[in-house]
C-alpha cells in the first residue's frame, strides 16, 4: 500500500476563523492519536508511504475562503476538507448523527429522535464525503472509513469503486437488533447495506461483531460463516479489533519531571489527599450521574474517608447543540453542588468539579497522581480513558474501577468491575480499591499493562489494514473464471484424456431450473438421455450429489446407471442399486424439532416441511417472500439455540432451511467415494452454499464449475443449467 486514505467525520485540526483569517489548531481525539503512532512508524519504513485525510474541518468556512483553507489543510496535514453548511451541521450531525445512532446504539432508545429531515441530511452528507474522497482516490489506494457518522460512505463509495480496497470501523458500539429494528426500514436497510460496501467492518468486541452480523441475517437475510458474509458478488468480513492507545506516550509522560511537577502541584492543592478521579466528555452515555450517587453512597457508608478523600471530577464540554446535553449539565451542576453542600467541610471539599478541557500534560499528572480512578459508563464502546490509566503508573500501583458496561471491561478483567447502575457496587469497589494493598494492585495492573502494551493503537491499525489486505487477497483468490467456450474445450479435452473420470452433479439449478415444489422438479427426458449418454461412455462414473432424499432420486433415476448421494452425503446409491449410509448417522433429534418447523408451516402460508431420512427441510419458496425470508432467519435463530448441544447443523439453501446431522456434507461424501474409486480427473459442478463444501474438498486439480455466480471456491462458473447441460453434451459428444 502506498497511500491510506482515512475518512472521519472530524479533521485531525479544528479551524477557528477570525477577522483577519483563520487558523488551524491539531485537535487531539482518540482516533487522531491511534493513527499517529501507526503512520510515523509506516512511514519511517516506507519514505513513500502517504497518508490523506478526508473530513470535515468543524467550523464553518466563508465560500469565499474555501480555497485557502483547503491549500493549507493540505500542505500542513495532509487533509482534504469537507465544508459543511451551518444546516448541514445541524441537521446531519447535531442531528441524525447525535440524536438518532448515538442514544441508538448506546442503548437509550428514549432520546432518540426519528426525524426525516435528519435522514435525508445525513444520506446527503454522505454523498458530499464519497465526492470528496473521489476527489483525491487513485486507483491502488486504500480506503479506510470511521465511525456512525459514515455509515452509509463504504456502500456509496463501492457504487462508484468496485475494486477499492475499503474498510470500516465502528468506534461506538453496535447494537442488539432488539434495539437496532427500532429505526425505520429503509434506515435500517441503508445503514447495514452501506456499512456491508466495505470489505472488512470492524468493531471493538465481539459482541457488537455478532449483533452486527445478527442484524445483518435478520434485516437483509445475510448469513455468515464465521464472520464472511456470504453475499453473492464479493465475500466481506466483520470482525473484532479492540483499539489501543499510544501505550509508550503516557508511560513516558508519567515518567517525565514536568508531569511529576505538575502532580506534585495538584497533590498540595488537595493537601496530600487520596484522590480519585475521572475525565470524560459531557454525555449521558458516560454514567456521570451514577457515579455521583455511588460516590454519595461511598461517603455515607464510609464515613471514615470522609475529609480524606477528593474525587477530582473532569468532565470535557461536548454537543453543547444539543437538548440533553445542556439539561445533563445542568443536572450534573446541581448534583455536585448538592453532595459538596452536605458532606463538604471548611476544610474539605468532597468534589472538586472542572468543566473544561485538559492539556496532555495535565491529564497526565491527573493520571499519575490518582490511586483510583472511576470510570463508570452506562454504554461506551471501549473508552479509552481507563486504558490511559491504567499506562501512566510505572510502579504498577492504582486501582481502576471500570463499568462492565464499556468495550475495555473485555480485555481489562482484572480491574474492580462494577455495574454503573448499581450505586452500592461503586460505593463498596471504592472502599475496596483505597484499602487495597500495593502488592495486589500490582498483581492485577501487570497483566493489563502488558496487553496493553503488546496490543496498542498501532497494533491495533496494522491489524485492521492488515485483515483488509487479506480479505482483498481472498476475493482475488475466490473470483473464478466464466468457463468460455474455448476454456470448455481445453476442460473437456482433459476429461476425455483421463482413464477414469469422476463426474459430480448437484441436481436442483444446476442440472434443471428450480420448481415451485421440490417434487416438480422431476428429469425431463432430454437430461436422462444426456446423463445416460456420459455414463455409459468407458472410464466415465457419474453421480449426483444432491440435498433430495434418496425415495425421489432413486424413483427418478431408477433404470439409470448413475451413482447417487443423496441427502448432502447421508446415503448413497451402490451399483447393485442397494442404498448405505456413508457414515452412521441417529435421528432422534428430528423428534424434538420437527414441532418447531410444523409451528413455522402453520404460521406461514405457502410454506411446507419435507421429511428426508437424516433431516428435516422447510421450504418456503411459494410464500410471500419478505415474509418467508424474515421466517427464515426467525427459524434458524431458534434452532440454532435449541440445537446446541445436538449433532445436528442448521443450513440455508436457496429458500429452504435445512436441519441434519453435522459432519455430513457434499466434501465428505466426495472425498469418499474419491477414495474409494481412485480417478485420475474429476469435474463437479453445483449451484449453491452446499456446493462449496464440495469444491473446497476436492483436490486442486479437479474440475470444479459454480452455476450462477463467479464468487465461489470452485474453479470456473457458468451462467445456469442451459450451460451445463451444454458442456454435458459436449464431453458425452466427444466420448463417444
Ligand atoms: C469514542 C467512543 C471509544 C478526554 N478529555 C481530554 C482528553 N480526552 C481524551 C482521552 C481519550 C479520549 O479523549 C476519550 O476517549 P474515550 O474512549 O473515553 O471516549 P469518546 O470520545 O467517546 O470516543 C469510545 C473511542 O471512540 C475510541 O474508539 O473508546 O467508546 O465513544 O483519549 O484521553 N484529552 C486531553 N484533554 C482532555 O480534557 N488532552
Redesign the pocket.
Same mark, same amino acid.
Given at each position: 500500500m502506498s497511500r491510506l486514505i482515512v475518512v472521519s467525520n472530524r479533521l485531525p485540526f479544528t479551524l477557528r476563523a477570525h477577522e483577519s483569517g483563520f487558523e488551524l489548531t491539531p485537535s487531539?481525539?482518540? *482516533?487522531v492519536?491511534a493513527l499517529g503512532s501507526y503512520l510515523a512508524g509506516k512511514q519511517r519504513e516506507d519514505p513513500e508511504f502517504e497518508c490523506i485525510w478526508v473530513g470535515w474541518p468543524g467550523g464553518p468556512v466563508p465560500k469565499e475562503q474555501e480555497a485557502a483553507v483547503k491549500q493549507r489543510a493540505l500542505e500542513e496535514y495532509r487533509a482534504h476538507p469537507v465544508f459543511l453548511t451551518p444546516e448541514e451541521v445541524d441537521n446531519f450531525y447535531h442531528g441524525f448523527s447525535n440524536k438518532t445512532l448515538w442514544p441508538l446504539f448506546h442503548y437509550a432508545p428514549s432520546y432518540v429522535e426519528y426525524d426525516p429531515k435528519y435522514w435525508d441530511s445525513y444520506v446527503h452528507v454522505n454523498t458530499l464525503f464519497r465526492d470528496a474522497v473521489l476527489e483525491v482516490f487513485r486507483p491502488g489506494d486504500v480506503i479506510w472509513v470511521h465511525d456512525y457518522q459514515l455509515l452509509l460512505l463504504p456502500g456509496m463509495l463501492r457504487d462508484a469503486l468496485p475494486d477499492a480496497s475499503i474498510g470500516f470501523f465502528l468506534?461506538?458500539p453496535f447494537p442488539a437488533h432488539e434495539i437496532f429494528r427500532l429505526m425505520p426500514g429503509e434506515w435500517k436497510r441503508s445503514i447495514l447495506s452501506g456499512m456491508l460496501g466495505a470489505d472488512l467492518i470492524g468493531f471493538?468486541t465481539h459482541d457488537y461483531t455478532q449483533y452486527f452480523l445478527h442484524c445483518v441475517f435478520r434485516v437483509l437475510g445475510h448469513d455468515h460463516h464465521l464472520g464472511q458474509i456470504a453475499m453473492e458478488e464479493r465475500v466481506r468480513r466483520a470482525d473484532t479489533f479492540p483499539?489501543g492507545i499510544d501505550f509508550d506516550r503516557f508511560m513516558e509522560a508519567a515518567r517525565s519531571e514536568r508531569v511529576a511537577k505538575l502532580a506534585e502541584e495538584i497533590l498540595l492543592g488537595i493537601r496530600g489527599r487520596k484522590a480519585i478521579f475521572s475525565? @470524560?466528555?459531557l454525555?449521558y452515555t458516560k454514567g456521570l450521574l451514577n457515579r455521583l450517587r455511588g460516590y454519595e453512597e461511598f461517603l455515607v457508608r464510609y464515613p471514615e474517608w470522609r475529609g480524606q478523600v477528593v474525587f477530582l471530577l473532569?468532565v470535557?464540554p461536548s454537543r453543547e447543540e444539543v437538548p440533553q446535553y445542556q439539561r445533563m449539565k445542568q443536572e450534573l451542576d446541581e448534583r455536585v453542588g448538592q453532595i459538596n453542600g452536605q458532606f463538604g467541610t471548611m476544610e474539605w471539599v468532597p468534589i472538586v468539579y472542572s468543566y473544561r478541557?485538559?492539556?496532555?500534560e495535565m *491529564?497526565s499528572a491527573l493520571y499519575v497522581l490518582s490511586p483510583v480512578a472511576l470510570i463508570t459508563p452506562l454504554r @461506551?464502546?471501549?473508552? *479509552?480513558?481507563a486504558k490511559?490509566y491504567l499506562a501512566s503508573k510505572p510502579d504498577g500501583t492504582g486501582v481502576l474501577i471500570l463499568s462492565e458496561m464499556a468495550?475495555a471491561a473485555r480485555e481489562l478483567g482484572e480491574a474492580l468491575l462494577i455495574n454503573p447502575n448499581h450505586f452500592v457496587e461503586i460505593a463498596d469497589a471504592l472502599h475496596q480499591a483505597l484499602t487495597m494493598d500495593p502488592e495486589e494492585q500490582v498483581r492485577r495492573n501487570r497483566p493489563m499493562q502488558e496487553r496493553l502494551r503488546a496490543y496498542d493503537s498501532r497494533r491495533w491499525a496494522e491489524h485492521f489494514l492488515s485483515s483488509l489486505a487479506r480479505v482483498k487477497t481472498q476475493q482475488g483468490q475466490l473470483a473464478t473464471r466464466q468457463l468460455t467456450p474455448a476454456l470448455q474445450e481445453d476442460v473437456v479435452r482433459s476429461l476425455v484424456e483421463a482413464k477414469k473420470r469422476l463426474i459430480l452433479l448437484d441436481y436442483d439449478g444446476t442440472l434443471v431450473p428450480f420448481a415451485s415444489q421440490p417434487n416438480l422438479a422431476a428429469p425431463d427426458p432430454e437430461l436422462l438421455t444426456l446423463l445416460g449418454r456420459l455414463s455409459e461412455t468407458p472410464g466415465s462414473m457419474v453421480f449426483l450429489i444432491s440435498g433430495r432424499d434418496k425415495g425421489t432420486l432413486g424413483e427418478w433415476f431408477r433404470t439409470s446407471k448413475i451413482g447417487i448421494i443423496a441427502e448432502h452425503g447421508a446415503s448413497i446409491r451402490e451399483d447393485n442399486g442397494q442404498w448405505r449410509l456413508l457414515k452412521p448417522l441417529t435421528t432422534e433429534w428430528k423428534g424434538r424439532l420437527r414441532p418447531i418447523l410444523r409451528m413455522y408451516v402453520d404460521q406461514v402460508a405457502g410454506s411446507l416441511l419435507e421429511e428426508k431420512e437424516f433431516s428435516l427441510a422447510w421450504h418456503y419458496r411459494r410464500c410471500e417472500p419478505e415474509l418467508g425470508a424474515q421466517r427464515a432467519k426467525e427459524l434458524i435463530d431458534e434452532v440454532t439455540q435449541f440445537t446446541a448441544n445436538l449433532d445436528v447443523q442448521v443450513l440455508e439453501g436457496k429458500k429452504v432451511v435445512e436441519i441434519r446431522n453435522s459432519g455430513v456434507n457434499k466434501g465428505a461424501a466426495a472425498l469418499s467415494v474419491v477414495s474409494e474409486l481412485r480417478p485420475d480427473r474429476i469435474l463437479a459442478i453445483g449451484d449453491d452454499q452446499t456446493d462449496e463444501d464440495l469444491f473446497r474438498a476436492l483436490p486442486t486439480d479437479a474440475i470444479t464449475v459454480r452455476v450462477g455466480t463467479p464468487f465461489s471456491h470452485a474453479r470456473y462458473s457458468l451462467n445456469n443449467h442451459r450451460d451445463v447441460r451444454a458442456l454435458l453434451d459436449l464431453l458425452a459428444r466427444r466420448l463417444s
Open positions: 487531539a481525539g482518540g *482516533l492519536t468506534h461506538i471493538h483499539i475525565v @470524560d466528555r454525555d473532569t470535557v478541557s485538559l492539556d496532555f *491529564l @461506551d464502546g471501549m473508552n *479509552l480513558v490511559e468495550g
